[in-house]
C-alpha cells in the first residue's frame, strides 16, 4: 500500500519502509519535439523543443519501476546534470 503527498516522495517512502532504492539513469537526452499526447498534458505546443528522461529504480539488482519524463526545455535548463 503506497499513498504520497506533495511533501512524501517516492524516494522517501520506499527508504521508510527500509528496502534500499538506487536510480539508474538510463537516457537524458534534449529532444527536438515533445510528442503530442504529452504536449497536451504539459500545456505546450505540439513540437516544443523537451528534455527526455529514461531511468529505471532498483531494489538492489531488481527494477521496481521504469520512468519517463518529458519535461520542457525551459523548465530543465537550470536543473545541473547530476540533479536528474
Not at 50 to 71: K, Y
Amino acid at each position: 500500500d503506497e499513498s504520497f503527498s506533495p511533501l512524501t516522495s517516492f524516494a522517501d517512502h520506499w527508504a521508510r519502509s527500509g528496502r534500499s532504492l538506487k536510480v539508474e539513469l538510463r537516457r537524458l537526452e534534449r529532444a527536438a519535439t515533445c510528442p503530442r499526447p504529452f504536449a497536451e498534458m504539459l500545456g505546450i505546443e505540439a513540437g516544443s523543443p523537451i528534455v527526455h528522461i529514461e531511468r529505471f529504480r532498483l531494489s538492489g539488482s531488481i527494477r521496481i519501476a521504469w520512468d519517463q519524463r518529458f519535461i520542457p526545455v525551459d523548465v530543465a535548463k537550470g536543473i545541473p546534470r547530476q540533479k536528474f
